[in-house]
């Protein structure tokens, strides 16, 4: 096996890039969701899953760490703008900010708004987008920290600092939903490993194992549940598309790709082997 691409996100909830080469540190690949938009009516970090048009914007970065973001249309603003939060709030129909990422003690700008309604189990239907006879995820496969707040303080990811997906899942998805339109996009993965001829998801037999990448060591933690963010619209190629999540929850055990963390920092690159630790 061998590292196929390396994706870098300079905005959470947006579309990024890929890259040839990255660092890995404790919060994943360096320069990775380095910025998020707020919701200023919520209160709290947005996400594709509440404000699906995020998916639609793609991010890059600029001069000193600042960010370009374009919208639907080609038209870009970037953070050095001053008319930035009005220009995102005017796409996205409500207020929002963006914010660069906050230091760890900040943990009012991280911490999750109260269920809104006080239907709990309606609005994580809601998010994870599961019809009626479809079950929810299993909730143990996502950190303690995720019950307080919307990212680990700190840190701008979901979950976890890596999200790891083969070659293979790409395929077998396109083969199982030949309907749909799959692109990596949909899925948001940190790192997409080549895993030649494998049938199937061979990451779903990698839960506990440590692999050693260029100079850094990630070990896997389990697979990651899927939520409504792969069933939105990216470009009018890549429409909205709820077929596949079903494919998803009825076939792969509601999870596409691997959490993982890294044990131990260090640089990769696209064509390094994955060696089993």
Sequence with gaps: MK?????????????????????????????????????????VIANT???????????????????????????????????????????????VSLWQRP???????????????????????????????EPLPDFTKFPAVSLEYETPPGALYDCYPL?????????????????SVIDVRRFRPSLVVDTGDAPGHPEFDWTGQRFAIGTAVVEVINDCPRCAAITREITPDVPADRAILRHVVKDLGQAV?????????????????????
């Design 3 to 43: 590292l196929d691409t390396i994706w870098q996100y300079p905005v959470k909830s947006m579309i990024g890039g890929t890259v040839e080469s990255a660092v890995l540190d404790e919060v994943g690949i360096v320069g990775d969701r380095t910025w998020a938009v707020r919701d200023e009516d919520a209160g």
């Design 49 to 95: 899953r509440k404000l699906g048009g995020l998916m639609r914007f793609a991010a890059r970065y600029g001069d000193g760490g600042s960010v370009t973001i374009t919208l639907p249309g080609a038209r870009t603003v970037a953070s050095t703008d001053p008319d930035v939060d009005s220009v995102l709030s005017a796409e996205l129909g409500r207020p």
């Design 103 to 133: 230091a760890a003690e900040q943990l009012d700008f991280y911490r999750r708004a109260p269920f809104g309604d006080g239907d709990m189990m309606e609005e994580l239907r809601t998010i994870f987008a599961r019809e009626g006879d």
């Design 163 to 179: 999200m790891i997906m083969s070659t293979s899942a790409l395929r077998s998805i396109a083969a199982a939903v030949p309907g």
């Design 257 to 277: 790709g691997m959490y993982a963390r890294v044990v131990q920092p260090g640089r990769v690159g696209v064509g390094d082997a994955l060696e089993r630790l």
